[in-house]
């Protein structure tokens, strides 16, 4: 199975700036999407972006041109820079991976755990 640790959350000011990792660990034959998701207070989860293995980052409209997302493949590591924050980024953000942990298996969706971003003066 696929373990997903998340770490960099916080608060900050309005105008700030966070950077959000999330490592994968354990029994990974190969990982297809990293991503980040998140869920705001009385909101439903969603995107905010996304990574594949092979093309282009994809981005939800209200994070674009201040979000970054990338990833390491020789860590099992995804990064969310996070500038300009807004108090509406206010949010528990998970990272989410699409894999597959033996050749031939199914590709499984994992989930890490959360970590609280608060943006406030």
């Known amino acids: 199975q696929v373990q997903l640790v998340e770490s960099g959350g916080g608060l900050v000011q309005p105008g700030g700036s966070l950077r959000l990792s999330c490592a994968a660990s354990?029994?990974?034959?190969?990982?297809?999407?990293m991503g980040w998701y998140r869920q705001g207070p009385g909101k439903q989860r969603e995107l905010v972006a996304a990574v594949p293995s092979a093309g282009s980052a994809a981005y939800a409209d209200s994070v674009k041109g201040r979000f970054t997302i990338s990833r390491d493949d020789a860590k099992n590591t995804v990064y969310l820079q996070m500038n300009s924050l807004k108090p509406e980024n206010t949010a528990v953000y998970y990272c989410?991976?699409?894999?597959?942990?033996?050749?031939?298996?199914?590709?499984?969706?994992?989930w890490g755990q959360g970590t609280q971003v608060t943006v406030s003066s």
């Open positions: 354990g029994t990974i034959f190969s990982i297809y999407v």
């Open positions: 989410n991976t699409v894999a597959r942990v033996v050749s031939g298996g199914s590709v499984i969706t994992y």
